[in-house]
């Protein structure tokens, strides 16, 4: 594989724009990680530790609501690192996730 893919900073994780949006930002934010499985090989999330975290905030201002990040982890995309006081999260993407975004920038590249 080519070792200077120039990865994307989204790709389609969900119909709906802004689970869309949410999702993929663990992809903008973790840009160097995905690379680096990908340039690997990896198709899904491998079985080693050291997931990305990523800093969810919340308001109008910022990217996501409280209640999509509540959507997001019923559906078992991400969890809670820590809560400052309700004001921020910082968040995990789950094995799930990360195999959800490996599938998708492969799929981009066409190596599915």
Known sequence: MNETLIMPTE?????NYDINEFLNNFLY????YFDHLITLGYTSCPD?????GIHYET???KWG???LMNKMIKKGFVTIV???NNDCYCLDATPKLVTKILKAVNKYFGNC
């Open 11 to 15: 790709v389609k994780l969900s119909k």
């Open 29 to 32: 934010h973790n840009t160097k």
């Open 48 to 52: 080693v530790g050291g997931l990305p």
């Open 59 to 61: 308001g109008k201002w």
């Open 65 to 67: 609501s409280v209640g």
């Open 82 to 84: 820590k809560d400052h």
